[in-house]
């Protein structure tokens, strides 16, 4: 069964930086576009960064710049590195994965999404 869980959530003061992990089990990832989406309560998730199996990237213009994911097939590992936190980017954090193998399209999203494999998500909380 593919399972995703996703770690390294937590609280931290604006202008500081976290690091989410993404643990893929039950499925062969390295031909998936992986993807991190948040949502915040209230409103839609959202896309913020997606990558597929030959590493191409695309990020939401809200984290360009100071997102950057990645991946390491070896350890079936996404993540997430976040720099020059904001409040805004207060939100519950998803990793996900669309199996299909059909890349990445624009603006944080995988070409085919809604991705069909979800991890239970992360909480982050940035201070001002």
């Known amino acids: 069964q593919a399972r995703l869980a996703e770690f390294g959530g937590g609280s931290v003061q604006a202008g500081g930086s976290l690091r989410l992990s993404c643990e893929a089990s039950g499925y062969n990832y390295r031909g998936a576009c992986m993807a991190w989406y948040r949502q915040i309560p209230g409103k839609e998730r959202e896309g913020i960064a997606a990558?597929?199996?030959?590493?191409?990237?695309t990020y939401a213009n809200s984290v360009k710049g100071r997102f950057t994911i990645s991946k390491d097939n070896a350890k079936n590992t996404l993540y997430l590195q976040m720099n020059s936190l904001k409040p805004e980017d207060t939100a519950m954090y998803y990793c996900a994965a669309d199996t299909g193998n059909y890349g990445v399209g624009s603006g944080g999203y995988c070409y085919n999404s809604p991705p069909d494999v979800w991890g239970q998500g992360t909480q982050v909380t940035v201070s001002s």
């Open positions: 990558i597929d199996s030959d590493d191409d990237t």
